[in-house]
């Protein structure tokens, strides 16, 4: 049986806990301080911002509020799309160790692998922005480099260049889009999957037949897919601004679900609209 406190232990040797909190859409000030500081009262030792999120700063307020030691807490932040080569990259991580007063990012991301403005040249950009990175680690200011949104064609390429392998891809993924492909290639090069929007966005609990399951549990329907990603391996990412959901969403270990609950968990992909590949969006 699982605990919170468990980790995974990335390909680079380092140990990262194996729930995080997820902070997108959670508005700067008091709701990012206020979700993350009860994040961290009831049990969360992992949490994930970036600064397209613009919460840094009330991330890290609260992180300190906490009282919790720095090295007892993972927390993860992203580079924002326009980082677009090596020297705007540095910038943006010292634009964000500056916003949050840290001394270092324990992971930090490429947010997105071909914003629109480079595109045509997205290999030549995730080079650059990748290199910069590295630096970062060779500086103390960075423990563990990954990506996110990234298809295979799109780490392929980084591949070409990268002194320091991606330890992490957290993408968007849930029962209804379990991105089978990207997650078989991460596996494949021990790359950890992270899930952000573990939920769907909420759209997962359109799927009645989840509900069934929740009563068989005595679990909440949150809790019964949360479960499920744990049990897949990934590394779920739930956010709540809700103090009493983002308790329940911990409690994720007096439980298993059964293969069987599993194999009908898996046969719920495709039940909901599917989200937008990277190559698809205009932005």
């Known amino acids: 049986m699982m605990e919170l406190s468990d980790t995974y232990q990335l390909s680079n040797g380092v140990r990262i806990p194996i729930l995080g909190f997820g902070t997108w859409q959670t508005p700067d000030g008091e709701i990012a301080f206020e979700s993350v500081k009860k994040a961290l009262r009831v049990g969360y030792r992992h949490i994930d911002t970036a600064a397209a999120y613009g919460n840094e700063a009330s991330v890290a307020k609260a992180i300190k509020a906490s009282k919790i030691p720095r090295n007892k807490i993972f927390l993860t932040t992203k580079l924002n799309s326009d980082a677009l080569d090596y020297d705007s990259a540095k910038q943006a991580i010292d634009r964000s160790l500056s916003k949050m007063n840290l001394d270092y990012i324990d992971l930090l991301l490429i947010h997105w692998p ?58 968007y993924c849930n029962p209804s889009d379990q991105q089978e492909t990207i997650v078989a290639y991460n596996r494949a090069h021990d790359i950890l999957t992270e899930a952000y929007s573990p939920l769907g966005t909420g759209e997962i609990f359109r799927i009645k037949a989840l509900e069934d399951l929740a009563r068989k549990y005595q679990h909440t329907v949150a809790q019964i897919v949360l479960r499920w990603h744990l049990q897949k391996g990934y590394l779920p990412l739930p956010k709540s601004v809700t103090p009493t959901r983002i308790e329940e969403n911990i409690k994720l270990f007096d439980f298993s679900l059964q293969d069987d609950d599993m194999a009908f968990i898996d046969r719920l992909h495709g039940a909901l609209l599917p989200h937008k590949f990277p190559d698809q969006v205009q932005f």
């Open 114 to 171: 071909n914003p629109l403005a480079t595109r045509p040249h997205f290999e030549e950009r995730n080079a650059a922005v990748w290199q910069a990175m590295e630096a970062g680690v060779g500086e103390g200011k960075i423990k563990s480099l990954g990506v996110a949104n990234f298809q295979s064609h799109h780490l392929d390429a980084l591949y070409q260049s990268a002194k320091i392998k991606p330890v992490v891809n957290q993408i």
